[in-house]
């Protein structure tokens, strides 16, 4: 055990620390931060300091509580910076850079990428080396920023819903929260232990050669896609294989497609209605062949790197069997909107309670739990509100499509880019900022953007987006549309450039007629 609780680490201190302990030297034991002066009893032990531990124990810090985060990681900030979001980040930037280098391919300054295929070994040891820098710099503000008391590097065992067994050491609190988080389903089918088979975060740990030039993604989430679009932008035959149409999550039918084309353009394949019946493996155990069955019967798909995007399982196991939370059918522990369990005094809080699972809602849920913990009544109830997602573009949406806008409105009036042209004639609208290249020289890659308006009231009900600079406009844009925002109010506002992001333009144009028209 290392007491670090009176030593002021430095970011790199902590980098260095973590890098040791990944590495698979923990001989020191875990990394205790506990203030041996302050004789209060813990408010509450966070199980798990990912996104929603690590900001509901800085919340319940910041109102005066004595929060104790651990976690079985030697950094907190759980699974978004080391397998999960960082990492889909980093992915889909390269697979944006590499559509523009493959489309302007041997034109300007760009290299002829035609036919070439990019390793994504190199790619994945990129992120590995660069991703102790965030787990450093999280350590270093939760404690010389946020003050907060931790224990890392060990797994936390309940006990009751008053402590805790960590390291040999039982911790008593007032409250427990679970935050323990979720991890990827597995495969029930032959051959699931090959190699080769991996997923979002065995990816990101273990591969170890470079893919061949098919990769294989079953699902048809968020997850599915992004890592789909980029391994398709890496060069390889990419193929999709869902049970469902993919992508049911974006609700507004004209984008889905245009989404869907464009991914069809840069060769993505897709299988809808399709299941993995069995995978074959080489001598050396490596995946060799997936047998899919499709609706038309099955096909062999020579590949040695298999994609698995199946969703999640939470992390519920421990707190039902020592505890006896109730969880609903997929195991996800049931909750109140004050963030309660069944057990009283337990709390539970981010992916562990079920999707959507998003940063904002287990930071928020944190919180939430935090404030009533406190003795706040505080109900956090997931309403509307803005989601992305990445394909080769950025892609946002908020609100009601336009299919679900005409059950609910008479007089739905939609306003768009590019505006639908008989002669077919492509305009580079919708326009801005990493976008000007497509808009000069390929004007069909600009993008999409469309906003669905309730002509009676003037009120936008939906926005959507795809190309880039969107996603930050999207985060503020959602509490107006839920607040009210009318055509006439976003036509006021002030927009910087060609920036497509506020619909600002387009508002501005039609705000002036008394009867709205669409464009
Ligand atoms: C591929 C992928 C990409 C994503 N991209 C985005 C994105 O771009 N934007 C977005 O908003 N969301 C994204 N998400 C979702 C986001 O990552 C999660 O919603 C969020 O990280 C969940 O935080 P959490 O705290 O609930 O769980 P986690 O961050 O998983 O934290 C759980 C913690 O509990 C610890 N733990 C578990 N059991 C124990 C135990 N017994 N003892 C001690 N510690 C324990 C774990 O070590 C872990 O640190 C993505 C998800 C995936 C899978
Ligand atoms: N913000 C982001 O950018 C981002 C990125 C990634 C993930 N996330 C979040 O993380 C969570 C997980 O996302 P996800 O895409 O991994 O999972 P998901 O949204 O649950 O989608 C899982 C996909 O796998 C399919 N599936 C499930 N079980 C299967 C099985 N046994 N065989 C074949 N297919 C199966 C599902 O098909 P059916 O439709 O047929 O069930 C679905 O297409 C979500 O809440 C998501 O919002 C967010």
Redesign the pocket.
């Known amino acids: 055990m290392i007491n670090v609780s009176e030593a002021q680490w430095s970011v790199g201190r902590w980098q260095e620390e973590i890098e040791i302990r990944l590495a698979g030297d923990d001989a020191e034991g875990p990394l205790v931060n506990i203030r041996a002066n302050d004789s209060r009893e813990f408010d509450a032990i966070f199980l798990g300091g990912g996104a929603a531990g690590r900001f509901g124990a800085a919340y319940l810090r910041a109102m005066g509580g004595r929060p104790l985060i651990v976690d079985r990681w030697p950094f907190l900030g759980g699974s978004c910076p080391h397998h999960a979001c960082v990492p889909?980040h980093v992915f889909s930037d390269v697979a944006a850079q590499l559509m523009l280098e493959r489309t302007f391919s041997g034109r300007l300054w760009f290299q002829n990428l035609r036919g070439r295929i990019v390793s994504i070994k190199e790619i994945v040891e990129m992120f590995r080396e660069g991703r102790t820098g965030p787990h450093a710099f999280m350590n270093f503000q939760s404690k010389e920023q946020l003050d907060l008391e931790f224990v890392l590097g060990t797994e936390a065992r309940i006990l009751d819903a008053h402590s805790a067994s960590v390291a040999g050491i039982t911790f008593g609190a007032k409250n427990l929260v679970l935050a323990t988080g979720a991890r990827p389903?597995t495969l029930s089918i032959p051959g699931r232990d090959l190699a080769g088979v991996f997923d979002y975060a065995s990816l990101v740990d273990t591969l170890d050669y470079e893919p061949g030039p098919t990769a294989v993604v079953?699902?048809?989430?968020?997850?599915?896609i992004?890592y789909g679009c980029f391994f398709n932008a890496t060069g390889r035959r990419t193929l999709i294989v869902?049970?469902?149409k993919p992508l049911?999550m974006v609700n507004d039918g004209e984008t889905r497609a245009f989404l869907l084309e464009r991914m069809q353009e840069q060769g993505m394949e897709f299988l809808p209605g399709a299941?993995l019946a069995t995978l074959e493996g080489d001598q050396r155990g490596r995946v060799q062949a997936a047998v899919i069955r499709t609706l038309e019967g099955e096909i062999r798909v020579e590949t040695d790197f298999l994609f698995l995007?199946?969703?999640?399982h939470p992390n519920s196991e421990e707190a039902r069997a020592t505890l006896g939370v109730a969880v609903d059918s997929d195991d996800f522990i049931r909750v109140d909107s004050r963030l309660r369990t069944s057990i009283p005094n337990v709390y539970a809080v981010g992916d562990v309670i079920g999707?959507?699972?998003?940063m904002f809602k287990a930071r928020k849920g944190g919180m939430y739990a935090a404030r009533n913990i406190m003795g706040e009544e505080a109900h956090y109830r997931l309403g509307d509100y803005p989601d992305?997602?990445?394909t080769h573009y950025e892609v946002c949406w908020l609100g009601l499509g336009e299919e679900d806008a005409r059950e609910r409105y008479r007089n739905v009036v939609v306003l768009k880019l590019p505006p639908e042209n008989p002669d077919g004639h492509r305009v580079a609208l919708p326009a801005g900022d990493r976008m000007m290249l497509y808009a000069m020289m390929k004007p069909e890659l600009t993008g999409f953007q469309k906003l669905v308006v309730d002509g009676d009231s003037r009120r936008v009900v939906g926005a959507f987006h795809v190309g880039y600079g969107a996603k930050d406009g999207f985060q503020y844009l959602a509490p107006m549309v839920r607040n009210g925002l009318s055509v006439d109010e976003l036509g006021e506002m002030d927009e910087l450039f060609l920036n497509p992001s506020y619909f600002i333009q387009l508002c501005r144009l039609r705000a002036g007629s008394r009867i709205l028209r669409g464009m």
């Open positions: 889909h389903k079953i699902g048809g989430g968020k997850t599915a992004e869902s049970r469902h049911p299941a995007a199946q969703g999640l999707p959507p699972m998003e992305f997602m990445h």
